[in-house]
């Protein structure tokens, strides 16, 4: 099993900037991709961004300049640095991880969600 713990979410202006982190713990053996999604009301949940355990990133198109994701292996943490929000980017962001576990003798990979934290953007 693997917890996922986010902080850093809540209120801010637009055009202001918050950083998002999220911390994995657990019993697994290593870590493989981690990421961030968003889901707006009304809305799917989307890709925001993510990092492969290799430093490899990925980015939705439309937030490529304003958020950068970041991870430290050693401690299992996945960060998300957003600036120049706008209010459309409120939502409720998500990370998400992709880890080596055992299950049942054998080894596989599985995927993990954390409870997701409220970013809102004031215009």
């Known amino acids: 099993q693997v917890q996922l713990v986010e902080s850093g979410g809540g209120l801010v202006q637009a055009g202001g900037s918050l950083r998002l982190s999220c911390a994995a713990s657990g019993t697994f053996f290593s870590i493989n991709a981690m990421g961030w999604y968003r889901q707006a009301p009304g809305k799917q949940r989307d890709l925001v961004a993510d990092?492969?355990?290799?430093?490899?990133?990925k980015y939705a198109d439309s937030l490529k300049g304003r958020f950068t994701i970041s991870r430290d292996n050693a401690k299992n943490t996945v960060y998300l640095q957003m600036n120049s929000l706008k209010p459309e980017d409120t939502a409720v962001y998500y990370c998400?991880?992709?880890?080596?576990?055992?299950?049942?003798?054998?080894?596989?990979?599985?995927?993990?969600w954390g409870q997701g934290t409220q970013v809102t953007v004031s215009s």
């Open positions: 998400k991880t992709n880890v080596v576990e055992r299950r049942f003798g054998s080894w596989s990979t599985g995927d993990y």
């Open positions: 990092i492969s355990s290799g430093g490899s990133t």
